[in-house]
């Protein structure tokens, strides 16, 4: 396998508006990014993700963008980003961008245009279609609820949004757009930036005879309407003949809808496309039809399942990205842990599972100290466009709405965008003054001051799993078997590679769990890394593992 460095990379992801505020506007912002960037380059990581910070009105937080090439006033200025770019990289930090081309504001210039006259040379910039009987074009739903079009101001032709009405989708039938992206693509890289995580690239490209959906399961739309569409795989590769090629960057799909079988389309080695993507099948787990706030039981064995399929579809052509959280899911202790009684053991065993595993490993802002969901009693506390519509929409169904808000605390994206937590002052030292979004009132006790202080946090223990991950290049390169794929509590595989096998087992319950190994011929295991303080009690081939235990050994072959 061809050894290169975003593979190797670690990659830390940061949701710039709760990150830190500097001016004390209750929005973090780029200056508070560059305050932080000892403590970004002392966990151990090698590359920075940073979500949008261009111009955008925050109808979705920066995923709505109004000017591709400036930054966003709340956030700062051109120069303070030209200053982090210079600063990171004197850390030997990489960033990357968030390149959002699905679609943009409706702020926008070209939007703007587009709506003003239908002679103008951007209304084809975006899909405007006729209505049928007085109503939208078809029956697409968007993922904010509701219809995916809606009629132009003054006009008689409706515009496509998948998203917000505040975020039409790009035209990119027409090749003045993707010229465009082309163009912004290089003024950030001929900056110096060392890649992108693309929003949505899978939905690029539409069906634009736009044919009605027979589908009513929210997620069989993205993977069969929206998803995939006739031309993406050719705009990707003019994407990167046009413009990637031309660079050393790394480059992550957002995949909402590729699927193991369609995965190496976007990332197989020969297809001149896109480094790695990102997939949702374990962050899917648990949710029906409807998406994300209709929840459904789960179990760890559909979890190792989801790993271990895509493991093997990536393995040979194409290469995987592995990550348990990001700023549009909850919480991963909250979500695969255990956020009260064992956080503390849960979140390490969670770093072990997050940074054992093949594949570019990218860790969440505020993840590696612990950070937990957030339960705010009232639907006014909530920011996130996805939560606000999804309550009106359950409110609109007669839902008893105290039941759906226990969801929204379970699901909602803002669990991960509530600010920082730093120390125990005041906004959890986010901010002087009240943060854009409430803090989680567990700052006082769950902070990066507090974990810094004591050696057995578990920032203290991310740091030493990172250098774990560091020293054994086959926790990225090696091979992959899981075992006991049967088990509902234990996650156990091994790692490998010609000179060294590893073993990872970890105990996904709160209950003590014994497991006996099979003794084909005379192994020896050494513990080389455990959650726990003392080392795992073993009798033979049996331990005895305590709630949410994770231990990483070295088997010998005697
Ligand atoms: O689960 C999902 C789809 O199956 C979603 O989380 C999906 O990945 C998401 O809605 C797409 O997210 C991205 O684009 C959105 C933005 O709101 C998100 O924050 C961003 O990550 C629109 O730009």
């Known amino acids: 396998m061809k050894k290169v460095w975003w593979k190797e990379s670690i990659v830390y992801q940061i949701y710039p508006r709760s990150f830190k505020d500097t001016d004390n506007d209750g929005i973090g912002d780029i200056r508070g990014i560059i305050q932080k960037l000892d403590y970004i380059r002392d966990l151990g990581v090698d590359v920075i993700w940073l979500c949008p910070v261009y111009r955008s009105p925050n109808d979705d937080n920066g995923y709505d963008i109004s000017d591709y090439t400036d930054i966003m006033e709340e956030f700062g200025t051109l120069d303070d980003f030209d200053e982090l770019l210079k600063e990171a990289h004197s850390r030997d930090l990489k960033i990357i961008m968030d390149l959002v081309v699905n679609h943009t504001s409706d702020e926008h210039p070209w939007f703007v245009a587009s709506q003003k006259s239908k002679n103008s040379p951007y209304r084809n910039y975006y899909h405007w279609r006729k209505g049928r009987a007085g109503k939208a074009p078809n029956n697409w739903p968007s993922f904010f609820k ?73 997620y069989d739309v993205i993977d069969h309407v929206y998803a995939n569409g006739p031309r993406v795989h050719e705009f990707i590769r003019e994407m990167y003949e046009e413009v990637l090629c031309h660079y050393d960057v790394m480059t992550v799909g957002e995949g909402p809808g590729i699927t193991p079988d369609t995965a190496n389309l976007y990332v197989g080695h020969s297809r001149k496309a896109l480094n790695m993507i990102f997939h949702f099948g374990h962050l899917h787990l648990g949710s029906n039809k409807n998406g994300k706030y209709d929840v459904v039981p789960w179990d760890l064995r559909e979890f190792k399942s989801v790993f271990n399929i895509w493991d093997e579809a990536l393995a040979g052509e194409g290469w995987n990205s592995i990550f348990l959280g990001n700023h549009d899911f909850a919480r991963m202790v909250s979500r695969f842990g255990n956020d009260a009684r064992y956080r503390k053991e849960s979140a390490k065993l969670l770093a072990i599972l997050l940074l054992s595993m093949r594949g570019t490993v990218f860790l969440y802002q505020g993840d590696e100290i612990g950070m937990t969901n957030v339960a705010f009693p009232s639907i006014e506390d909530y920011n996130d466009i996805e939560t606000i519509s999804s309550y009106r929409e359950a409110e609109r169904a007669g839902r008893d709405m105290d039941e759906f808000l226990k969801i929204i605390h379970d699901r909602s994206r803002d669990n991960a965008r509530t600010p920082m937590q730093w120390n125990h002052s005041e906004n959890g030292g986010f901010s002087k003054t009240t943060p854009w979004l409430k803090c989680n009132p567990n700052y006082r006790h769950i902070n990066v001051a ?31 078997q899981l075992l006991m794929e049967d088990d509902p509590d234990l996650f156990v595989y091994k790692r490998f590679d010609k000179n060294l096998e590893i073993l990872v087992v970890l105990n996904f319950s709160n209950k003590k769990r014994e497991l006996t190994l099979d003794a084909h011929g005379s192994r020896e295991l050494i513990c080389l890394l455990s959650n726990y303080d003392k080392p795992v009690s073993q009798q033979g081939n049996t331990f005895l593992l305590r709630p949410w235990e994770g231990n990483i050994y070295k088997v010998l072959n005697l």
């Open 146 to 218: 509701g219809s995916a079009w809606e009629r132009g101001k003054n006009d008689s032709e409706y515009y496509l949004h998948l998203f917000s009405k505040k975020q039409p989708d790009l035209n990119w039938e027409n090749s003045a757009v993707r010229k465009e992206v082309h163009r912004i693509m290089k003024f950030w890289l001929d900056k110096g930036i060392d890649g992108f995580r693309m929003d949505v690239i899978s939905l690029i490209s539409k069906d634009i005879g736009f044919p009605d959906t027979d589908y009513e399961d929210f």
């Open 450 to 480: 507090e974990n810094e202080g004591d050696p057995d946090s578990i920032l203290n223990f991310y740091r030493r799993m990172i250098r774990f991950r560091k020293n054994h290049s086959l926790l990225v390169y090696g091979g992959f």
